[in-house]
């Protein structure tokens, strides 16, 4: 059984105080659905402030970056040891890191490497850009993305660890892959590919989201599909209302409680 997770990925939003604002308004509406972690993946600054506003609660936090080394003269960066305090996730390999900032498979690894060392969630992200979706290239581009971010972690480590499936194209464009799509991508190419390094019983507990476009009209139909864990989510994350209502939809769909 996979416990579904509706993680949102802020990107570049909210100051310390819109956060808070937002902590308080889905605290309330969310503290009796069961059975999906949810998870808000905020600004570095803000994390402090939310951990104090989300004690009591069964909400989890995650950065969307880290750093592999523990300290030292590495202006800008953010250690695993400082995430620790704060937080229990940490997005890695997202897109826009990987466009934007020169994140690489191997910077990737890395990073998960690092922060499984110091007890933190992976979340890594893995997706096709629109040239290689239109040339067919889907399938082996996001396969090899996946075994060069796995590349040394055993098969105990794959239990925490959790993908996000995040087709380029997808991300804050409001085209979201088809639920079928997204499903046959994560099924037979993200989980196929950890059953031939890990075989299938870690297969079968690894939880992959989908990520790219996921909104309230849309998360029902993508929960549905047997091999979406939950969603990673930019843009409707930001909105309390809507957050509140895709972790109700994916305890509701995929949830055991
Ligand atoms: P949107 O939900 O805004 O498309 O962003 C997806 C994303 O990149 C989450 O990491």
Redesign the pocket.
């Known amino acids: 059984m996979r416990t579904p997770i509706m993680a949102g990925?802020w990107k570049m939003n909210k100051t310390i105080v819109e956060a808070l604002d937002f902590a308080k308004a889905v605290k309330g509406p969310l503290a009796s659905v069961k059975g999906v972690e949810k998870v808000i993946c905020s600004s570095f600054v803000a994390l402090a402030p939310l951990a104090d506003a989300f004690k009591g609660t069964d909400f989890k936090l995650g950065s969307q970056d880290i750093y592999w080394e523990e300290q030292g003269a590495f202006t800008g960066e953010v250690s695993p040891l400082m995430l620790k305090e704060v937080c229990q996730m940490a997005i890695i390999g997202?897109s826009e890191r990987r466009q934007y900032f020169g994140e690489t498979d191997e910077t990737v690894n890395k990073k998960i490497k690092a922060a499984l060392a110091h007890g933190l969630t992976p979340i890594v992200?893995v997706g096709e850009s629109l040239e290689q979706n239109q040339a067919g290239e889907t399938e082996q581009f996001v396969g090899k993305q996946v075994r060069a971010a796995l590349d040394g972690i055993t098969a105990g480590q794959m239990a925490d660890i959790v993908i996000a499936y995040?087709p380029i194209w997808?991300?804050?464009t409001g085209l979201a892959a088809t639920a079928d799509d997204a499903n046959r991508i994560i099924g037979q190419v993200v989980r196929a590919a950890i059953s031939e390094l890990y075989g299938g019983t870690v297969a079968g507990q690894t939880r992959i989201l989908y990520?790219?476009?996921?909104n309230t009209k849309n998360v029902e139909e993508l929960m549905q599909q047997p091999d979406v864990d939950g969603g990673?989510?930019?843009?409707?994350s930001l909105k309390p209302d809507d957050y509140i209502t895709l972790a109700k939809v994916a305890a509701g769909v995929k949830g055991s409680a």
């Open positions: 990925n997202h992200c995040e997808a991300i804050g990520g790219g476009s996921v990673l989510v930019g843009g409707a």
